[in-house]
C-alpha cells in the first residue's frame, strides 16, 4: 500500500496560480502512475489529469488543458500540480491517486488516495 499526502491547497482569487503537492512513500511508491482527480459536493470525483511513472507521459482533463501542469519527481517521490489562471469552477477538493496500472481511468481503478486538499477560487 502507498500513503499519499497532498499539501498546498488554499483560496486565491480568479487568475491566480497555485501548486499542488503530492508527497508518496511505502515500497513501491516510485513505480507508481499518479493522477489528480477533483471533487464538488453532490458531484462525483472528476479526473484532472495523469502522469505515467516511467517516462513522465502526461494527459489532462480538457477542462484544464493548457492551464494545469502535472510534474513529478521521483527522487522526492512527489508529484505536483501547477495549476494556473484559476477559474471559480476549479474550486473543489484535490486528490491524487495511485495505480500501478492505470494512469488514467475512473476512480475505481487507483489503488491509493490521499486524504484531499481544498482549493478555493473566488471571482
Known amino acids: 500500500q502507498v500513503q499519499l499526502v497532498e499539501s498546498g491547497g488554499g483560496m486565491v482569487q480568479a487568475g491566480d496560480s497555485l501548486r499542488l503537492s503530492c508527497a508518496a512513500s511505502?515500497?513501491?511508491?516510485?513505480?507508481?502512475?499518479m493522477a489528480w482527480f477533483r471533487q464538488t459536493p453532490g458531484k462525483e470525483r472528476e479526473f484532472v489529469c495523469g502522469i505515467t511513472w516511467n517516462d513522465g507521459r502526461t494527459y489532462y482533463a480538457d477542462s484544464v488543458k493548457g492551464r494545469f501542469t502535472t510534474s513529478r519527481d521521483n527522487t522526492k517521490n512527489t508529484v505536483y500540480l501547477q495549476m494556473n489562471s484559476l477559474k471559480p469552477e476549479d474550486t473543489a477538493v484535490y486528490y491524487c491517486?495511485?495505480?500501478?496500472?492505470?494512469?488514467?481511468?475512473?476512480?475505481?481503478?487507483?489503488?491509493?488516495w490521499g486524504q484531499g486538499t481544498q482549493v478555493t477560487v473566488s471571482s
Open positions: 491517486a495511485a495505480s500501478r496500472s492505470f494512469v488514467r481511468g475512473p476512480p475505481g481503478v487507483y489503488d491509493s
Open positions: 511505502g515500497r513501491t511508491s516510485s513505480e507508481q502512475n
